[in-house]
């Protein structure tokens, strides 16, 4: 985080993740990610952004966009979790449990630490061992029907103008200050 505050203050907020979140979105293939650890702003949409989820217990996940001055998993949470908890967890920014995100429906399965990284490779196998092209095929029909393409370019515009806002400098500055201070918030 502090190289990100130096980078604002010579040059302003770059969009570095927005474009790796892109490749990931757009990617035919299934896409499975493993979570063991803090997952948090970009982490946690890299996260939703998977086609499936597996966390350790020890995984948590936190949106704090609007505590940044941006909004971040705003398209794609929804899909995944309902509105309403949508709404609930990037207007608060507060941090869910590997427990609790898998009673949202925020990750698929949760394993212990140990077993998390086999666990994942596991699903890969079963998923690899099916028909590239069907599986190619159920990929787009389900993104068809989870369609989030405008809302994704609404919260990209929405991220382009607010990086730019000396509101979210300050605000990413004191963040990063605060986590300088004392370590990320635990709650």
């Given at each position: 985080m502090t190289e990100a505050v130096t980078y604002i203050d010579s040059s302003g907020r770059s969009d570095g993740?927005?474009?790796t979140i892109v490749r990931v979105a757009?990617?035919?293939k299934p896409v499975l990610g493993c979570i063991n650890g803090a997952a948090y702003g970009g982490g946690a949409l890299l996260a939703?952004?998977?086609d499936v989820r597996i966390a350790s217990e020890t995984a948590a996940f936190r949106?704090?966009?609007a505590a940044y001055g941006l909004v971040v998993g705003g398209s794609q949470l929804p899909r995944i979790v309902g509105a309403a908890k949508a709404k609930e967890l990037l207007f608060t920014g507060r941090v869910v449990g590997a427990e609790e995100a898998l009673r949202i429906g925020l990750v698929n399965h949760v394993v212990s630490a140990e077993r998390v990284e086999a666990a994942t490779m596991e699903m890969a196998q079963q998923i690899?061992?099916?028909s590239p092209e069907a599986l190619l095929a159920t990929k787009r029909t389900v993104d068809r029907a989870t369609e989030v393409d405008e809302a994704v370019r609404v919260e990209a515009e929405a991220n382009s103008?607010?990086?730019?806002s000396p509101e979210h400098h300050a605000r990413f500055r004191a963040a990063a200050d605060r986590v300088a201070r004392r370590g990320e918030p635990k709650d």
């Open positions: 993740m927005a474009s757009r990617f035919s939703v952004t998977c949106f704090p966009g690899a061992a099916n103008a607010l990086r730019g």
